[in-house]
Structure formats: structure tokens, C-alpha cells
């Protein structure tokens, strides 16, 4: 196990070392996706295990690395506020052993978690832009943080329009915060599933289908994109088409990774690691990978 670095006797940085926190809270937001709060186990601030000096409890769009004990560890992103610093919140989908094992777990059982990791939305040079914000399922969970911060800094933005697709209305998540987030000023929400059923009375289609209501302004925006991959890849060609340069342009890429620093190489994706070069990216420095298949 890798040790941490130490100066002036001060621990600096312990990547590899799961920090203890307790469940404190566990929502369940649809039939396979549950948002889990958790605290630190001895109480008082949330603590970063990456840099416990940083003030910063974790960017918009970093990750952590959630030990369920006697089960294994995963990378899961922070879909909390960021102005909470009491507070890690995950929203989980359980795809498989690992993550129905987190969902799964009581109030009050022991989980390690390692983080932040990764690089964050560009949340600092959006200042003063509108942002477009385009999320696909639990796509959504990675890009909570950034509205949380829009919405309590909203003097510093411009406009925010989202465009949020499920599969199904009840697969959609944060639906009550949806709707809070529909009525704030200069804020336009757009949903839209693949199947809506009888008592469905919005959008139905893949998420691109929207940009024809969205109030776009592409010189002055920056896009933010988190999905399941073929629909990221047609999401910024049409931006592309609405005329936003690649370059304004960021996506959140998702891969199996083991260690989150760079070591193992499991998350390599041609010349990164997504675990400590993404996983948030600008479009322009991956988008001849993205048109590689099975890379
Ligand atoms: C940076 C990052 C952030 C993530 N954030 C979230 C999040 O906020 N919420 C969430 O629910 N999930 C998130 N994931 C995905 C999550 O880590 C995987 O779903 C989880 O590792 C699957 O483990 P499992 O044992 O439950 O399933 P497994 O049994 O390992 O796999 C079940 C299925 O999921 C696929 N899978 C496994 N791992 C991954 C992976 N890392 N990426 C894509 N597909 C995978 C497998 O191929 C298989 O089809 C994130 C992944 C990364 C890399």
C-alpha cells in the first residue's frame, strides 16, 4: 500500500487510505437508484483524503472511491452540494455486486471512502457565461454539484438550461429538486424519456430532440455533458452544429478503474487515465477517441 507523504511531520496526502464514515441517510430515488448521505465517523467536517489541507471539501464532478467492506471498492461521484462540507452524498445505481451492496447498506453501517478524485467541472471559467447542462440518466448524479453551486452564486452566471433524458418518468432522478430548479430565474429545465406512458404530458425522445425548445446562446455558453457515451458523442455533435466551439465543450467519461491515482492503468484511454486526468475532459483533447469504438 502506498504511504503518504509527510512534511513537517503533517501528513499531506494518503490516497490509498479509506477514511471511516457512517450511512446517514438513504433515499431512494427510483426503483434502482438510491442517493446515500454519509457522515465522517468521528464526526465534524467531511475530510479529503487527497489533500486534507485543501479547504475544499471536493470539486463539482470529482469522485470518490467507496469501500463496501467485504464487498469491494468503487468509483462513485459526489452528487451533494459542495457548500455542505459536513457531507459526502452519492447517488448509486445498482448495476452489479459492488454497487446493490452500497445500496443496500443500513443507517449507521461503515463505509471507507478515498477522494476526491479527478479533475472537476470548469464551474470557475463559466463565470459569467450561460451553461448548458445535458445529463442522460445517472448522468445526472455527477452534475448536481454544478447547479448547486450555480443556484447559490447566481449573480455570477448567466443563463442555465437543462436538458435532462430517462428511459422512463420513473427513472428519473431528483424530481422534486427538478421542479425547484424550473422555477428559478433565467433557469430553463427540459425532460424528456424514451417511453413516456398514458399519463406522460412532456417530452418524449433521446435527450438531442430538446435543443429545439432550448433558449441556446453558443457564443457565450459552456457546455456540460454526462451519459451514457453514444448519446455524449451525439450531444456534442449538436452542440457542434448549434455553433459551440469544441473547446467549450466538457464531458464526464466513465471506465473501470482500480487505484484512482494513476497507477494500475485499468481506466487508461489512449494517452490518459481518466481517474486523474478526467474524469471530466474538454471535448477538443478527447473527441478523436471518442470516435475510436471499443477504446
Ligand atoms: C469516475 C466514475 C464515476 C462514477 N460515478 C457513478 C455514480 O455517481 N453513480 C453510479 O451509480 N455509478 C457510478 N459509476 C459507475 C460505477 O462505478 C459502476 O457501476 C460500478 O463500479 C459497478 O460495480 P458493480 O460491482 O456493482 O457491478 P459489476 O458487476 O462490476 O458490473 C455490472 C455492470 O456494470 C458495468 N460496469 C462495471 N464497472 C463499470 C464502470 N466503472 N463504468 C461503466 N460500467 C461499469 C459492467 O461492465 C457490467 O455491465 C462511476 C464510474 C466511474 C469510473
Known amino acids: ?3 503518504g507523504m509527510t512534511m513537517a511531520g503533517q501528513e499531506l496526502s494518503q490516497p490509498m487510505t479509506p477514511a471511516p464514515y457512517l450511512v446517514r441517510e438513504v433515499a431512494k430515488e427510483t426503483p434502482d437508484t438510491f442517493t446515500l448521505l454519509l457522515q465522517p465517523e468521528n464526526g465534524g467536517a467531511a475530510s479529503s483524503s487527497v489533500n486534507p489541507a485543501d479547504h475544499k471539501l471536493f470539486e463539482p464532478g470529482q ?10 471498492e468503487l468509483p462513485i461521484s459526489i452528487s451533494g452540494d459542495p457548500a455542505k462540507q459536513d457531507r459526502l452524498v452519492y447517488t448509486v445505481r445498482s448495476v452489479g455486486k459492488a454497487t446493490h451492496a ?3 447498506q443500513n443507517v449507521g453501517a461503515g463505509i471507507g471512502v478515498r477522494g476526491p478524485f479527478g479533475t472537476g467541472w470548469p464551474v470557475d471559467e463559466a463565470r459569467g457565461q450561460d451553461l448548458v447542462i445535458v445529463a442522460g440518466g445517472i448522468g445526472l448524479a455527477p452534475l448536481r454539484p454544478v447547479i448547486y453551486h450555480v443556484l447559490s452564486h447566481r449573480q455570477e452566471y448567466d443563463r442555465l438550461v437543462l436538458l435532462y433524458g430517462a428511459r422512463s ?33 412532456h417530452h418524449v425522445g433521446v435527450v438531442t430532440t430538446l435543443f429545439k425548445y432550448a433558449r441556446l446562446r453558443p457564443t457565450r455558453s459552456v457546455a456540460m455533458l454526462c451519459g451514457p457515451e453514444i448519446m455524449m458523442r ?36 489512449g494517452p490518459h487515465f481518466i481517474c486523474k486526468d478526467g474524469p471530466v475532459f474538454r471535448y477538443d483533447q478527447i473527441a478523436p477517441l ?6
Request: a positive charge; aromatic letters at 14%; charged letters at 20%.
Open 1 to 3: 500500500m502506498m504511504t
Open 63 to 72: 469522485f470518490s472511491m467507496v469501500w463496501v467492506f467485504g464487498v469491494g
Open 102 to 104: 452500497l445500496v443496500s
Open 169 to 201: 418518468p420513473r427513472d428519473l432522478l431528483y424530481r422534486k429538486e427538478l421542479a425547484t430548479w424550473a422555477r428559478q430565474r433565467d433557469t430553463q429545465v427540459l425532460i424528456t424519456v424514451d417511453y413516456g406512458g398514458l399519463s406522460w404530458r
Open 234 to 269: 451525439f450531444v456534442a455533435r449538436d452542440l457542434e452544429a448549434h455553433g459551440l466551439a469544441r473547446n467549450q465543450i466538457y464531458l464526464s467519461m466513465e471506465r473501470n478503474m482500480k487505484c484512482a491515482v494513476g497507477f494500475c492503468g485499468h481506466c487508461q484511454y
Open 290 to 295: 471518442m470516435d475510436k469504438y471499443e477504446l
